[in-house]
């Protein structure tokens, strides 16, 4: 839990993976889709990455009530309290298969009704480097505490979200 003072446990998973049939991992951690956004290949790290939370946590939401508070920032909207939109770290099970020609997929299911499908795909084509990620989660027990968002009171809501991204890189 992240109540105040108590430990964060970040990831606890155990796995058992075969080199032709891909892995299973159960436990506390990263869901197959998470970080579906984040792929870089410029080597410039995760601080200067392009997840909207770590760049935009500061900054507040206009609900038209200009300096009137309570304010809501980019960061409190993405991270609302009971769980996270972009970057799940839940108790789950995942597989993910093995790579074949540069792609392989995975599947997450677990913690309150929350489930992913995610894809990926690397490869170097005559000096051009390639990556990609496609991930979709749907999270259908979220219970938003009363205030987050605009809720009057504990919210029922289906959160489904369809992420990605690729980078490309010429390797001279």
Known sequence: DD?????????????????RLGRITIGHGATAANNAILVDLSGKGMAASNDVVLHNSGMIINDGTVYSGPFVTWGAFFNVPGGTW??????????RTPTFAGFSMGASFGEDNYWDVEGRYSGEFNGVRIAARLG????????????VIGCATQCERKIEQLAGSMSIRHMP
């Open 136 to 147: 979709y989660s749907v999270n259908s027990e979220f219970n938003a505490p009363v205030g």
């Open 3 to 19: 109540a105040t003072g108590a430990i964060n446990l970040r990831e606890a998973l155990a796995w058992v993976e075969h080199s």
């Open 86 to 95: 972009l970057n799940p770290r839940l108790e789950h099970v995942q597989y």
